[in-house]
T-cell receptor, first 117, second 112 residues
Framework: DAMVIQNPRYQVTQFGKPVTLSCSQT?????MYWYQQKSSQAPKLLFH???????NEADTPDNFQSRRPNTSFCFLDIRSPGLGDAAMYLC????????????????FGPGTRLTVL | GESVGLHLPTLSVQEGDNSIINCAYS??????FIWYKQESGKGPQFIID?????DKRQGQRVTVLLNKTVKHLSLQIAATQPGDSAVYFC???????????FGAGTRLFVKA
């Protein structure tokens, strides 16, 4: 089945130690997103890629970076994790239609729960 | 600024009853709205969407109503089942582009 896969499901890191979260998709969607979701809160968009074009949200800290080496994979790099970065990180994908009209239904992965010690 | 919010953070219903989850949005220029369901330990899952040129859309056991006059969105679940227990988010697509803004979420409890 086509899907969005996130690895690992659980990640523990130390304060200040760089960490990378991975996302892959078999849907062949051209848009990929990274969200941060803290306990009992709504997902908050960090950034998205439209093909290779990177779009950062204005309030995303510089500590968060992303890479998309190809259509299928996208990575979230946290350069110096702080205690406040402990959260669930969700990857999602969507596609746009040949007509140019965007249907923004997003397909989410199961998330990676990050713990910062 | 833009915001999508929910009236009630928690909703408890009896199995078999109908559920209504409400949502208010603030951006009158938004033209696309989505309801997502998020079960514990999982990512959000698309339930139903509606475009601003519609007032109502029905799916399997779910109906979304859009009132643009008061900028209000609701999700109705018919014959609520235990498997419907989850957090429900309304989401707003302000520009027709790729950014989606999620509301705060409502946790639905279904009592057997």
């Amino acid at each position: 089945d086509a899907m969005v896969i996130q690895n690992p499901r659980y990640q523990v890191t130390q304060f200040g130690k760089p960490v990378t979260l991975s996302c892959s998709q078999t849907l062949n969607h051209n848009v990929m997103y990274w969200y941060q979701q803290k306990s009992s809160q709504a997902p908050k968009l960090l950034f998205h890629y439209y093909d290779k074009d990177f779009n950062n949200e204005a309030d995303t800290p510089d500590n968060f970076q992303s890479r998309r080496p190809n259509t299928s994979f996208c990575f979230l790099d946290i350069r110096s994790p702080g205690l406040g970065d402990a959260a669930m990180y969700l990857c999602a994908t969507s596609r746009d239609y040949p007509s140019g009209r965007v249907l923004n239904e997003q397909f989410f992965g199961p998330g990676t729960r990050l713990t910062v010690l | 600024g833009e915001s999508v919010g929910l009236h009630l953070p928690t909703l408890s219903v009896q199995e078999g009853d109908n559920s209504i989850i409400n949502c208010a949005y603030s951006n009158s220029a938004s033209d696309y709205f989505i309801w997502y369901k998020q079960e514990s330990g999982k990512g959000p899952q698309f339930i139903i969407d509606i475009r601003s040129n519609m007032d109502k859309r029905q799916g399997q056991r779910v109906t979304v109503l859009l009132n643009k006059t008061v900028k209000h969105l609701s999700l109705q679940i018919a014959a609520t089942q235990p498997g419907d227990s989850a957090v429900y988010f309304c989401a707003e697509n302000p520009t027709g582009g790729f950014k989606t803004i999620f509301g705060a979420g409502t946790r639905l409890f279904v009592k057997a």
